[in-house]
């Protein structure tokens, strides 16, 4: 079970010890010939297996994120929005509830499967196989760029030439990630995908969404930045889910799977309130134009 609310509070925590066992055999891995040695290039398969997860447990994003989008007037009837990387159409359903035009930009087959189906009533939505460097797109023809948990899998100078190319004079580019904030039920998350997760160190959420990468990649253009607090609640079944809806968690074959599945219920039990434990989040928006004019 989960369940998503907004508007939470972070509270201060600890990040756990790790073991020198778990630690050698995550070492071990990272350096597997077999591993993906270039996580972006790898992005696009990266999903495929976990899409069923990724449906039920991935949070949404808060409606105060929509609303910023609204008052930047880029939401509306007359609005023509590509969200590049939709994955599963999380992020694209809220933006078809504002009246846009949305243009689903996914180069995974089954995430894209999974968004086509969730969508088939929405006469507004059009799912486009194709990726963020090369999206097919006409010149200047669309008002607003979105890319949800996605944007940290781009080639960002190919990227940027293409958002260009397809934004209209007005268009704006919005960057966006739920992130965890630092609360003791995080840290102790944080702190088993670390030991128990070799892939993480690639893709960090910090890491992914800081201000450095993003800066770089609208300059010399301007970026603003905002943030918005959500939340999700997990049963015990929810929050493994919520954990092999990652990419980078270790699938079942892994010999980190078992140990990495037993901390997670450590975790639960440590946190456990009302058969819940509640994760909290910053959702992450970054935002402008390409055009430093």
Do not use: C
Not at 93 to 107: D, F, H, N, T, Y
Not at 123 to 150: H, N, Y
Request: aromatic residues 8%.
């Amino acid at each position: 079970m989960v369940s998503l609310a907004v508007d939470s509070s972070p509270q201060p925590g600890s990040r756990p010890n790790s073991s020198s066992s778990d630690a050698h055999v995550a070492q071990k891995l990272a350096h597997d010939p077999d591993r993906p040695k270039d996580l972006p290039m790898n992005s696009v398969q990266r999903f495929s297996d976990r899409v069923d997860d990724y449906v039920r447990y991935r949070p949404s994003y808060p409606a105060a994120l929509i609303d910023r989008l609204a008052v930047l007037g880029k939401l509306g009837s007359d609005r023509v929005i590509a969200d590049v990387g939709s994955g599963t159409g999380i992020l694209t359903r809220l933006l078809l509830a504002s009246g846009a035009r949305v243009i689903g930009v996914e180069p995974n087959a089954p995430m894209r499967a999974a968004a086509e189906k969730a969508l088939s009533d929405e006469p507004r939505f059009e799912s486009k196989d194709a990726r963020a460097e090369a999206t097919g797109l006409g010149d200047g023809s669309v008002d607003l760029i979105t890319a949800a948990q996605a944007f940290h899998w781009f080639e960002p100078a190919a990227t940027r030439a293409e958002f260009a190319r397809i934004l209209k004079p007005t268009g704006q580019v919005a960057l966006i990630w739920n992130q965890r904030s630092d609360t003791p039920v995080n840290l102790d998350y944080e702190a088993m995908l670390e030991r128990f997760a070799p892939d993480y160190q690639n893709v960090r959420e910090k890491d992914r969404a800081a201000e450095s990468r993003v800066s770089a990649f609208f300059a010399p253009a301007s970026v603003q930045f905002e943030s918005f607090a959500s939340e999700q609640r997990f049963d015990e079944a929810g929050l493994r889910g919520r954990l092999t809806s990652s990419s980078y968690a270790p699938r079942p074959s892994s010999p980190l799977y078992e140990p990495m599945m037993a901390e997670l219920t450590s975790i639960f039990g440590k946190h456990v309130a009302k058969g819940e434990v509640v994760l909290p989040y910053e959702t992450i928006l970054w935002y402008g134009s390409l055009d430093s004019r």
